[in-house]
């Protein structure tokens, strides 16, 4: 199974709050999962990404937290900002093979000011 | 980190025409490039792997005679559309992965946004 399913599909969050998405695997292969910030008429950028040995990774004011038993990790916007506002995926890849990113269906974030 | 670039950013065109969009890679080599498609408000779809030296591995239901892939050097990837419909209009994206250590990361290019007319 290569699906990563992504919720939820859209997210309103007030300046200051605290953002919450989360993914959710099958394929225990997968060995990457990283987290992508689009904006509209870009390509994705890299925000964080996290392997499966660890439980938690931050960065500034991002965090994934990974649950290897229950195949889900998630991302949290501390302290959101209307600077934050824009499309967010999960994805996941296998350390083998080509390496190929799988993508979740996107959360669209809205920090409102 | 490393950069990925994209040419053209736009492109619009007649049907049936083709239409190729470039992908380099700028500041390092990549033996590997994937190219990605994404339709409004959705997420992004792998279409095809370019391998540098050999033949592009497509995904299933992506006709490989449509869209022609060449990995001319360590650093250029090209997309051909072939006889571009309106259906193919969409958002194309272009990534290559890092080497050594921080294999895993991807770097993804601007996009190329097309419109079949």
């Known amino acids: 199974q290569q699906q990563v399913k992504q919720s939820p599909q859209s997210l309103i969050v007030q300046k200051g709050g605290i953002s919450i998405i989360n993914c959710a695997y099958e394929?225990?292969?997968?060995?990457?999962f990283p987290w992508y910030q689009q904006f509209p008429g870009k390509g994705p950028a890299l925000l964080i990404a996290?392997?499966?040995?660890?439980s938690e990774k931050k960065e500034g004011r991002f965090t994934i937290s990974f649950n290897k038993s229950a195949k889900q990790f998630s991302l949290h916007i501390m302290d959101s900002q209307p600077g934050d506002s824009a499309t967010y995926f999960c994805?996941?890849?296998?350390?083998?093979?080509?390496?190929?990113?799988?993508f979740g269906s996107g959360t669209r974030l809205q920090v409102q000011p | 980190g490393a950069v990925v670039s994209q040419h053209p950013s736009r492109v619009i065109c007649k049907s049936g025409t083709s239409v190729k969009i470039e992908c380099r890679s700028l500041?390092?080599?990549?033996?590997?490039m994937f190219w990605y498609r994404q339709f409004p408000k959705q997420s992004l779809m792998l279409m095809a792997t370019?391998?540098?030296?050999?033949?592009?591995?497509?995904e299933q239901g992506v006709e490989k005679d449509k869209f022609l892939i060449n990995h001319a050097s360590l650093t250029l990837s090209t997309l051909t559309v072939t006889s571009a419909h309106p259906e193919d209009s969409s958002f194309y994206i272009c990534?290559?992965?890092?080497?050594?250590?921080?294999?895993?990361?991807?770097?993804f290019g601007p996009g190329t946004r097309l419109t079949v007319l």
């Open positions: 994805a996941a890849s296998m350390n083998t093979g080509r390496r190929a990113l799988t």
């Open positions: 996290i392997r499966p040995d660890v």
């Open positions: 990534s290559a992965p890092a080497s050594g250590r921080a294999r895993h990361e991807q770097f």
């Open positions: 500041d390092f080599q990549a033996t590997t």
């Open positions: 370019s391998n540098e030296g050999s033949k592009a591995t497509y």
């Open positions: 394929n225990t292969a997968f060995d990457y």
